[in-house]
Structures are given as C-alpha cells and as structure tokens.
C-alpha cells in the first residue's frame, strides 16, 4: 500500500470568539468574558487536512494572550512547510528552533500533525500516543467562588450528576471565606469525592498554611496556591495536604524537578503550556516513572483541544490519571463539528474513535482565515 504524503505544504488560522456562560469565568486572580481561539489548519501534499487550536484563557492566567499566539503562529507556520507531519519530533525541533517560547502556539502545530498522522495512518490519536485504557475518561468540576451555601449546593448537584472531583476556586478574598466553602462541600458530599483548593497563584505561603491547618481534618488537595516555586518549597513538609503545582510546570524540566525534589505531589497539566501532545507525552511518561497523579487539560477551547486531552488522558496509568476539565459547559457556544460534541455526562466525556482527534469542523461556519501560509 502506498503511503499518502504527509509533507506540511500548507497552512490556515481561523479565529473564532468563545464566551463564557452568564458573561463570566472567575479565578482568584484573573478572570475572562470572551476568548478568541485560534484553529490551525495544516494542508498536506496529498490534500490531507489536520486541525489543532490554542485558546489561552485571558491574559492574566499564564504568560500567554491570544493575540501572542497569532503573532507566534505568523512566525512559526512558514518554518514547518516542507517537514512530515508524521514526525512530530522533527516538526517540535523546528519550531523550537525557529522562535523561543510561545509553546501555546506550537502546540496547535503540534496537535495538527498529530491528527494528521492519525488520518493517514486510520488510527486514534490515543492509539498513537501508546493505547488507551477507555473510550470514557472521566472529567471534573471548577466552581467559582460564592457563599459556603451556594458552593455546597452546586456540589451536591454535580457530584448528583455524577462528578467525584470538585475542584475550589480559592484565593482573592479572605481566608477564612475560602475555609467555609470546602467545609461546607465536605459536609454536604460523600466522602470519597476528591476536593481540591485551586487558589491559581493567589495565595501567600501565609494565606495556603492558613487555609491547610483550618482544614487539617478534611482530605483534599491544594493546588497551585503561590506564584512560584521558591514559594511552594516552603509550603513543603509545613502543610496537612499533598500539593499539585499546575500554573508552575512549564516544562518536562519542571515536572521531573518537582518530582524529585517532592515539593510537589501531583500536577494539573495543560496541553498548551508545555506545547502540545508530542511534549505532554514525555510530562506523562515522567509522571508515570515517578509515580505522580496528574490531570490532563487545557487551558480553554472547543473540540479540537477536548479531543487532544481526552486521548491523551486515556493513555495514562488509570492509577494515576484524575481526569480532564473541558470548557464545554463552560461556555456559551463553540465552533461548528458535524462530529457529535465532546459533552461531559455522567462526570465523564466521550473519547472520540474517529482517525486522528476524530474531530470534524464545520469549515464555513469558521469564516474566512486570518492567516494562511504556502498553498491551501
Ligand atoms: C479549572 N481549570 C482546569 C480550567 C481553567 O483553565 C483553569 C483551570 C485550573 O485548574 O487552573
Ligand atoms: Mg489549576
């Protein structure tokens, strides 16, 4: 059988503006309305199309804006014509090459030529990426700050519907607002629920030591409480609770640091943050080496980012994995698919079987492209 061709002769971005549900998503010390997410399109010599897409979430949540990555994109889609898709490690030295940083950017390239070498080979991108343990991974919750009674009742509604990790968005108001909260949901779920606090960088090391002895007696996780990572080591062998770093883990260099040096144990990880697929593998291999639990996710999106981290997620140790958040429900509306939408049910999304992400867009309901380079 001949090989279809799977040289980058072409390249696409399509923009199109996601808003949040009720006009607003909130975090301790950012928050977002409306985001604009970049789709990438690559063109093949053999006409073969494959799709990724970067969605920061606002320009205060990590060192990444939307308008960055179509500038990172106009510099970055020139230098990958000419390469095989299929070669993903070759396609990431180049663009490594190419421009420093921006590895939001890169990861739509990357998650392209993932999908690509799916379609050409008729496979999964889980398949490709080692296996996947199953077809359903399971997914949870963010709640944005409210009163202890209003943060309880959303709980039990989810956990109702079937979601077993909630994560708390803590931070941005005192301390003690944020004690009520988790004391509240741990009163009102069953135990078992996985509870996380997720201050997203707002807390002093005083503020997160706080918070851990208040709740000393509640099992659950801190996620993300400092800015940085001298911060975090401070907070090591001092709180009640295991830490997961999110924001923090750039890099491979990162996790496998973090790991060894235990000043954290567990991640929530971002595809678009350390650049795509091909370098999530290598974050999930040292995971899973090190015997570290980490999420899957990203940052925000539609489809072609949902379907990039529930493949991938299925791939992880199930002993290992805690699921992936998708913006679905987060969101008003998203690009037109003619596939069946990646929804969350049952606390769990759908992982797609379809070649490569299994994704297919709607092309004319995305407009008409904001950049283009070589021939499409
Ligand atoms: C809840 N999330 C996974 C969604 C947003 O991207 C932020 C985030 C987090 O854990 O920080
Ligand atoms: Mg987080």
Request: proline share 5%; charged share 20%.
């Amino acid at each position: 059988m001949t090989r279809l061709d799977t040289t980058i002769v072409g390249a696409r971005v399509f923009r199109f503006p996601l808003r949040a549900v009720g006009g607003l998503y909130k975090m301790s010390v950012s928050h977002v309305t409306e985001i604009d997410t970049h789709i990438v399109e690559l063109v093949t010599a053999s006409g073969l199309r494959g799709y990724g897409e970067v969605c920061p979430l606002g320009p205060a949540y990590q060192p990444e804006h939307a308008a960055g990555a179509f500038a990172a994109l106009g510099e970055l889609l020139p230098a990958v014509l000419g390469l095989d898709a299929t070669q993903t490690g070759l396609v990431n030295h180049r663009m490594d090459t190419s421009l420093n940083g921006h590895n939001y950017a890169k990861s739509a390239i990357d998650v392209a030529c993932w999908d690509l070498w799916g379609k050409a080979d008729d496979r999964t991108v889980g398949a490709l990426l080692g296996g996947a343990h199953t077809d359903r991974v399971a997914t949870y919750w963010g709640l944005m700050p409210d009163t202890a009674e209003g943060t309880a009742a959303k709980a039990v509604e989810l956990v109702a519907e079937g979601y077993r990790r909630l994560q708390l968005k803590t931070g941005g108001r005192p301390v003690a607002d944020d004690v009520a909260c988790m004391r509240a949901v741990a009163e009102a779920v069953p135990a078992g629920t996985k509870l996380l606090a997720d201050a997203n960088r707002g807390w002093t090391v005083r503020d997160a030591l706080e918070f851990s002895v208040a709740c000393a007696d509640i099992p659950l996780v801190l996620e993300q409480p400092c800015r940085t990572y001298e911060e975090h080591r401070q907070l090591q062998s001092k709180v009640a609770h295991p830490v997961f770093l999110d924001e923090s883990t750039v890099d491979v260099a990162t996790v496998a640091r973090v790991g060894v040096e235990g000043v954290a144990q567990g991640f929530g990880m971002k595809l678009s943050r350390v650049g795509g697929l091909t370098k999530l593998r290598a974050v999930r291999d040292v995971c899973d080496a090190l015997r570290l639990p980490l999420t899957i996710d990203d940052t925000w999106g539609g489809d072609l980012v949902a379907a990039a981290t529930v493949h991938m997620g299925s791939t992880v140790d199930p002993l290992l994995y805690e699921g992936t958040w998708t913006s679905w429900r987060y969101m008003d509306e998203s690009y037109p698919t003619s596939t069946e939408p990646i929804a969350p049910s049952g606390g769990t999304l759908r992982v797609p079987s379809g070649p490569g992400l299994g994704v297919e867009l709607d092309l004319d309901g995305l407009g008409r492209p904001v950049l283009e380079a070589g021939s499409v």
